[in-house]
Structure formats: structure tokens, C-alpha cells
Nanobody, 131 residues
Framework: QVQLVESGGGSVHAGGALRLSCAAT????????IGWFRQAPGKEREGVAC???????????TYLDSVKGRFIISRDDLKNMAFLQMNNLQPQDTAVYYC?????????????????????RGRGTQVTVSS
């Protein structure tokens, strides 16, 4: 059974930083693209960052425009983990953050997984940024 468990969320002031972690069990992570997405109350879910497999011919990680230059997605396939380093956090970044896996990053929407029924998703971790 595939499980993705996020950790590292919390409350920070604007300008602060957090590092989210995603621990994967039940799958071999290096076979999958990894995405982070977020959902704020009353808003639609949005993809934040996506990273392809290391063997992929696709280019590097992609990001939602509003987080580009502030967030960094990375993966450690030996540990079956993924990370999202979030710097210079702003109140508009407040949301529940989820990690997810699937075969590919979306080639049209930066920062988004190309989701299929075979994908997996964690239960999320809350990030709150106060002004």
C-alpha cells in the first residue's frame, strides 16, 4: 500500500522559511515524478512544484510562477523522500501542502503533476504565514 506522509509544516512570520518533507512507502520513488500542491480555504488546489525522475529526458523542476525563486523542490531517491524548501514565505502562501506522485510532470502547467488514477497523494501539512 502506497503512503505519502508530509511533515515540516508550521507557523512563521512573513519572510520566514520552512522545509517540508514527504516520506514515501510502498513504492520505489525513483520511478515517479513528484509534485507538491497546496489548497487554501475557499480556493482551488494549485500545483506548486514538480520534479521529474532523474532518468527523465524532460528538463529540470518546474514551479508555479508565484513561488519561482522562493521555493525549491528536491528528491532523495535513496531515502525515498522528497522535499520542498520554502523561503521568503508570504501570507498568500498559507495553505495545506500536499505531496503527490505520478508518472510525469505536466508539460503545459508548470509546477503541476500530470495526474492519473494511478497517482498517490499524502494527507497534507498546514503552513501558516502571518504578516
Amino acid at each position: 500500500q502506497v503512503q505519502l506522509v508530509e511533515s515540516g509544516g508550521g507557523s512563521v512570520h512573513a519572510g520566514g522559511a520552512l522545509r517540508l518533507s514527504c516520506a514515501a512507502t510502498g513504492l520505489i520513488l525513483d520511478r515517479y515524478a513528484i509534485g507538491w500542491f497546496r489548497q487554501a480555504p475557499g480556493k482551488e488546489r494549485e500545483g506548486v512544484a514538480c520534479i521529474s525522475t532523474k532518468s527523465s529526458i524532460v528538463g529540470g523542476p518546474t514551479y508555479l510562477d508565484s513561488v519561482k525563486g522562493r521555493f525549491i523542490i528536491s528528491r532523495d531517491d535513496l531515502k525515498n523522500m522528497a522535499f520542498l524548501q520554502m523561503n521568503n514565505l508570504q501570507p498568500q502562501d498559507t495553505a495545506v501542502y500536499y505531496c503527490a506522485t505520478d508518472y510525469l510532470c505536466n508539460s503545459v502547467l508548470p509546477g503541476t503533476l500530470a495526474e492519473t488514477p494511478s497517482g498517490s497523494r499524502g494527507r497534507g501539512t498546514q503552513v501558516t504565514v502571518s504578516s
